[in-house]
T-cell receptor, first 114, second 117 residues
Framework: DQQVKQNSPSLSVQEGRISILNCDYTNSMFDYFLWYKKYPAEGPTFLISISSIKDKNEDGRFTVFLNKSAKHLSLHIVPSQPGDSAVYFCAASATQGGSEKLVFGKGTKLTVNP | DARVTQTPRHKVTEMGQEVTMRCQPILGHNTVFWYRQTMMQGLELLAYFRNRAPLDDSGMPKDRFSAEMPDATLATLKIQPSEPRDSAVYFC???????????????FGDGTRLSIL
């Protein structure tokens, strides 16, 4: 049973436009969420995170939104750049279960076209 | 920038052989994780250590997999005997975690791509 779901395997956007990547979770105990970016032949790289006490966190072009009632989070990239083309993983953890233990979604491959 | 180092980057071997993957965590990190990535299952946590002590290995097939931390600078994941279904990319990650400080990210190595023929 997948506790973290990324229902879109791929997404294609034009350079300069907004990219929106979505993630849903089922475990109501999750209280900390992260996004990782992964290039081919490299490990995932931490991008941005959000605690369940917040509904938005922003870092430059990247913003993560959390809707706890819907158990949904999204990553917005504005403006999108060709270098953003990568696989994006959503991950979640439950403080009570050990905050360091992450459950990952299967990823969304983002392609930003010049 | 400090990085997690994994060796080897690629390994091809025949079924039944022993495979050892190594990981050097970032200096000062107290927690080390082993993950496996496959197309079907995505990124799965196999095991992790805190201050070199195993905390959770529930994701690891116990009959053929073993994970150890001989010292603070080295973590190993062994498969013996290896099987074709073990073919995957294995990632090591490290982080610094304290019980009163939640919300720290894990830092990943670039993985070992394992092919069992």
């Amino acid at each position: 049973d997948q506790q973290v779901k990324q229902n879109s395997p791929s997404l294609s956007v034009q350079e300069g436009r907004i990219s929106i990547l979505n993630c849903d979770y089922t475990n109501s105990m999750f209280d900390y969420f992260l996004w990782y970016k992964k290039y081919p032949a490299e490990g995932p790289t931490f991008l941005i995170s959000i605690s369940s006490i917040k509904d938005k966190n922003e870092d430059g072009r990247f913003t993560v939104f959390l809707n706890k009632s819907a158990k949904h989070l999204s990553l917005h990239i504005v403006p999108s750049q060709p270098g953003d083309s990568a696989v994006y993983f959503c991950a979640a953890s439950a403080t009570q279960g050990g905050s360091e233990k992450l459950v990952f979604g299967k990823g969304t491959k983002l392609t930003v076209n010049p | 920038d400090a990085r997690v180092t994994q060796t080897p980057r690629h390994k091809v071997t025949e079924m039944g052989q022993e495979v050892t993957m190594r990981c050097q965590p970032i200096l000062g990190h107290n927690t080390v994780f082993w993950y496996r990535q496959t197309m079907m299952q995505g990124l799965e946590l196999l095991a992790y250590f805190r201050n070199r002590a195993p905390l959770d290995d529930s994701g690891m097939p116990k009959d053929r997999f073993s994970a150890e931390m001989p010292d603070a600078t080295l973590a190993t994941l062994k498969i013996q005997p290896s099987e074709p279904r073990d073919s995957a990319v294995y990632f090591c990650a490290s982080g610094f975690f304290l019980s009163d400080r939640v919300g720290q990210p894990q830092h990943f190595g670039d993985g070992t791509r394992l092919s069992i023929l």
